[in-house]
């Protein structure tokens, strides 16, 4: 079994997480490289386990199903955090809009 | 033309419901807004299985460290999962945390279905600690900017 690469790994969940997160990747960034980091360092010790007969093949599994989930999980919260800074950005170019586009219906609309 | 009534009690209702959904409409909500119930319940969880590791590290080279010891804390964390994922599903526009709450049961499943074949050593629970704290450390911080974006509307 090859050793695992761990930068090599780290980069590739690096740029599926830029992916998810587009235009909003510079405020996630410093999350997303540091948990990043963490599951990409896991990935290599599960290898170093099963090199060393410390775990089974199955156990293996069991332990790589823990790591994508947990990757999926923080994967999610960029995601969220991608919504969310969308989800800002709307409501304040309505808030800077919003007391000239009442005076001008009459009504307060936004 | 003289207006019925009925028309003008109608015309009152519509205008009554226009301005109801201007307010509604004041801000965009493109995510869920923030729960104080999910977050208290997932920081309690987090400590549970926090406690979990510090216990299991303790005992792992003993009896003490078989699955039969633990039995009582995974069926209170499946409670806890359970409760979280009715809770998560009752919010409006919640995938995300329904998502992370789904793949937080998943984990638990395969930590229990490692902790029944047992751990032989210490080295075998740190890939597992922090694949823990890292969806742990994502969930909360999901959970801080939710808070934080329910502040922007104030």
Known sequence: MPDINTQEIFEKMVTAAQGVLSNHWEEAKPFAENELKVLANNLKLIGELKLQGKITEEQAKHYLEIQKSSARIVLLTIEGLGIL???????????????????ALGWNLI | MKLSNQTITSGKIICLLLL??????????????????TDEKVTELEE???????????SIDTDEAA??????FFDEAKVDLNTLAVRAAAVDKNRIVQEQVQELQNMLSNLEALHK?????????????????????????LQMALKRGEKYEN
């Open chain 2, 20 to 37: 109801f959904y201007a307010q509604a409409c004041t801000s965009v909500r493109l995510i869920s807004e923030y729960d104080p119930i």
């Open chain 2, 67 to 72: 699955y039969e010891h633990y039995q009582t």
């Open chain 2, 48 to 58: 549970k299985v926090a406690a979990y590791f510090v216990r299991l590290e303790r």
């Open chain 1, 85 to 103: 800074a969308v989800e800002g950005a709307i409501n304040a170019a309505l808030d800077v809009v919003k007391a000239t586009v009442n005076t």
């Open chain 2, 117 to 141: 074949m047992g751990f032989a050593s210490a080295e075998q629970l740190p890939p597992l600690k922090s694949a823990f704290n890292s969806a742990f450390t994502a969930i909360i911080r």
